[in-house]
Each structure stands twice: as C-alpha cells, then as structure tokens.
C-alpha cells in the first residue's frame, strides 16, 4: 500500500498522486509499487526492499539520487491480552523531489504524521521531518520500555504466589523484547551519531536542537533497557533459586517421611517372617498383636518428635 500527504499553507492533505515536496508513505508494498516508485525516482529497488526484510541492520546509504537511513522501530508482536514487543527495520529515503518511508507495517509512530497529528510537520521539510520520525522512534521505545517494567512487575507479583511455568515463560519472553530493544537502540544509536556529525541530511540551526533531543532519548532509552534487563534477569536467577530450594525441601520432608514410615515396616516384616511363635515377643500372647502396634506407634512417634525436635522438616 502506497500513499501520499503534503501540507500546504499549514493545511495536511492526502493525495492520488505523488507531486514534489510531498511524503510518500509505503506500507509492506508490493512489486509493482516498489517498481513504479524506483523508476520515477531513480531509486535502487534494493533499497525500497531493506526495510521489508526484518533481519536488516539500522545504517545509512547515500546515492546520488537518494539517501537512505535505515532505522528498527518498536512494534507490538501479539495483539492478545499478554502482548509481546519486537523490533522491525523502517527505511527513510530522501530524495531531490519527495521524502519516502517504507516499513512492513502500519506503525503508529508514522500513523501520527498521517493522520496530522504532529505539530509543526511539514512534509517539504526534509531534515526537520526525518528529526521527527527518529524523536517518535526513541520516545516510543521508552514508552514499550515502561510497559514492560509493568509487565515484569505483574509477573513477579504472580509468581511470589504461585510458581507456575506459565508465570516463568512470562519474564523469559519480556527478557527476550529487552534484548531485541537494546539490540535495537545501540544500532540505532551508531546511526543518530553518523547523521549528527556528518552533512548526510542538511541540518539547519533550528534543527540541532531536536537532532540532540533525539540522541538523548535514545541514549536514555539504552540505560532503561538495560536496567530493567539486568533487574528481569536478577529476579529470574532469585526465583529459579528460590524454586530450587522449595524443590529440595520437598525432597527432604519426603525423605524423612520415607525414614519414619520405615519403621514399621521394619517391625511388621520381622514378624511376617516363617519363624516360630514362641521365638517371637508378644506372639504367643492373646493381645500380642494390639501390643506391637502399640509399641510400633510409640517407636514412630518418637522417631517423629526427635525429627521435629531437630527442625528435620523445615
């Protein structure tokens, strides 16, 4: 899908058809879009295809014709109640005449310029209008990045009152969002630093300002994944150790219990043994069977009070 805005006379406007100064905005377009935008802009199709591939590394390319700066924004993953983060490349390609993204989906970060919600947005302001692209992008992973830090706290407050696995494989999939977010900002970062010292974009004096603001937030947003992913990983050691250690007190009640139920297992197979009656105590007794149980019981509880004296089953 391919579609065109300008602003004119502070006015935001969608088009039919692209005309100079204006935002050409594609979303997982297809090949006769790729093919019908590279041939009226002399632009590679290889770069109109990088951000449709998600294994793509955030960079920048210059032509002749075009310059391109290739971003990875968030996204959510899974729509569900127990939704997911991930990162996907966005490509921003500035030409002579227009101004092109590209992206495999419909972000919110570029639907607030579509829908001409972003103040100050002028699509024939190239350098600002990019400035602003990459200030949403940071500013979006620290909202996900606060998000997350919610999520791990609901999951850690599940998990102090039930260790489930499905608690567990929570907090290894909100680590696996922050490494892809950290992954993510450092290489967007390596980006931000080459546009800000080199003449890739034309930058205007009004315009540092937001170029710094965007670095910062970025910078920012680094710290704070990797804070919440040492956190999340701290707490997953603890809990697997605190698991581990409910595991091992388990076994050794149930080995205790093994011990003490033992005993009369001891005693009531000397008696089933084929040996004579008079060989045996209490046997030729009329109450002799009521007499060991009884001594069988006070030989138990004993043995129990003596494990629980020695705090055995804590």
Known sequence: MVNFYTTKNNT???LTEPEEGCWINMISPDEREISF???KYGIDPDALHAALDLDERSRIEADEN????LVNIPTVEDEKENELYTTIPLSIIVTREVIITVCMEDTPILKQFAQGRVRDFRSNMKSRFILQILYRISTTFLEYLRLIDRKTTIAENKLRRSTRNSELFDLFELQRCLVYFTTALRSN???FEKLFKNEIIKKYPEDEDLLEEVIVENKQAIEMANIYN???TGMMDAFSSVISNNLNIVMKVLAIITIVLNIPTL??????M???PESMPFATQ???FFIINIITVCITAIVTLIMIKGKMFR
């Open 12 to 14: 935001f406007t969608v």
């Open 37 to 39: 935008i590279a041939d």
């Open 66 to 69: 075009y310059a391109m700066i």
């Open 189 to 191: 970062e390596t980006v």
């Open 230 to 232: 040492n956190v999340l």
């Open 267 to 272: 005693i009531y197979s000397a008696y089933g």
């Open 274 to 276: 084929n040996l004579l």
């Open 286 to 288: 009329q109450n002799g």
